[in-house]
């Protein structure tokens, strides 16, 4: 199987794929990633026999954590097969592919990596996991997805809620607000979604295409709304707040290891307000 540039792919059997994000030292998403996860779908529609993807990390403390906006200026423009921009075609192909996609997340999943789990039809969490969508605070909005697909897991007060605190929430809270299907003590994470996705790969493709076509009827945002926040997300960098917070972030930590990652709602509510400059 083709060599990935932050994430590996192991076939357990041809019906249960395992997909490990590896991109460190904080699992940023970068601009590699994007052009790479439309050719990982590709490849996902091109396995005939796949039935389950499980996606999860080689990093404890970070699933998958927010973009490289040290390099925005190199986001991906080339659009994938559906003719949107690269994640906008993952996510909307990866929720409508045949194929069960799995998030086990452990440690810290935040922005675009956020999103992208939501675009995925199951989400299970340990005790340790913490949830952020922090682009509000940084002068942005979020972008790949979270504005479209948290009203419709969380609903419209508890979206809002997430989006404008631009904290982080313990994995507790994120199974009580909806964001993910079960959060569990770590040691019982991998048995719990292990066991789940064996036993979906052992059924027939066509009943397991067919569950999600009639689900996602109702329970899918538009390729057109998710591009929508995308291109105003592109465009916020250039807004006077994000110009000027964004360098403010990167010098007190941001895309480094550290405790201003480690602890990013906690930094970012911190944040001096203008009135006080």
């Keep these: 199987m083709k060599k990935w540039t932050h994430f590996s792919v192991t076939a357990e059997t041809r019906r249960l794929w395992r997909i490990t994000f590896d ?4 699992n940023l998403v970068s601009p590699e990633m994007l052009t790479e996860l439309p050719q990982l779908v590709d490849a996902m529609e091109a396995a005939p026999e796949l039935r389950v993807a499980v996606f999860e990390s080689a990093n404890p403390e ?3 954590n927010h973009y490289d906006t040290s390099r925005v200026a190199e986001t991906p423009k080339e659009p994938g097969p ?7 075609d993952a996510s909307t192909r990866l929720s409508r592919l045949p194929v ?5 997340v452990r440690g810290r999943v935040r922005g675009v990596g956020s999103e992208l789990i939501q675009a995925m ?4 969490a340990s005790e340790r996991a913490l949830f952020c969508q922090p682009e509000t605070a940084n002068g942005n909005l979020p972008g790949g997805g979270g504005l479209e697909h948290l009203p419709l ?9 997430v989006a404008l605190s631009s904290d982080d929430y ?3 809270l994120a199974e009580r607000y909806g964001w993910v299907n079960r959060t569990v003590p770590d040691g019982e994470l991998d048995a719990l979604v292990d066991t789940l996705a064996r036993r979906v790969a052992s059924y027939d493709k066509e009943s397991i295409a067919a569950v999600k076509q009639q689900v996602n009827r109702s329970t899918l945002p538009s390729a057109e709304d998710l591009r929508s926040s995308y291109d105003l997300y592109m465009h916020s960098f250039g807004w006077p707040g994000s110009k000027r917070r964004l360098p403010a972030a990167l010098a007190a930590g941001r895309n480094q290891p550290g ?5 990013l709602g906690y930094h970012l509510g911190r944040q001096p307000e203008e009135g006080t400059r």
Aim: net charge neutral; hydrophobic share 40%; no cysteine.
């Design 23 to 26: 991109s460190p030292p904080i």
């Design 62 to 64: 970070y699933f998958l």
């Design 82 to 88: 559906s003719g949107y921009p690269p994640l906008i």
């Design 100 to 104: 069960v996609s799995i998030a086990k």
């Design 121 to 124: 039809d199951m989400r299970f």
């Design 153 to 161: 897991l969380l609903g419209r007060a508890r979206a809002l809620e």
């Design 170 to 172: 313990p994995g507790e």
């Design 259 to 263: 405790d201003y990652e480690m602890r």
